[in-house]
């Protein structure tokens, strides 16, 4: 047989489409639940702290026992801390 031969039908463009959106969504899942999981280990570093440092990086000691607690294993407790500090964050990690 020939490639000329062959023919294309709409059901053949279609085939490997379900895959690839079912593997790009378990893998965004897995980096989510990584990132969580590393946000969580890095927030219970900061949960150590004492009042003082809390309040020099703008938390105090009711939001990160608020967002450990609020969140589960696999979700990112950052997510429940005020605004202000998470932008500071991210603007240091870029420098």
Same mark, same amino acid.
């Given at each position: 047989m020939r490639t000329t031969d062959r023919t294309?039908?709409?059901?053949m463009a279609?085939?490997?489409?379900? !895959?690839?959106?079912?593997?790009a969504t378990a893998v965004s899942w897995v980096k989510s639940v990584l990132n969580g999981l590393r946000n969580r280990q890095a927030l219970a570093a900061i949960a150590e702290?004492? !009042?003082v440092h809390l309040r020099d990086i703008g938390l105090n000691r009711r939001?990160?026992?608020h967002a450990l607690e609020k969140t589960s294993l696999l979700q990112d407790p950052f997510t429940l801390l005020?605004?202000?500090?998470r932008q500071r964050?991210?603007?240091s990690a870029a420098r």
């Open positions: 294309f039908t709409p059901a279609t085939a490997g489409k379900t !895959e690839t959106r079912f593997f702290l004492d !009042e939001d990160v026992d005020p605004p202000a500090p964050g991210k603007f």
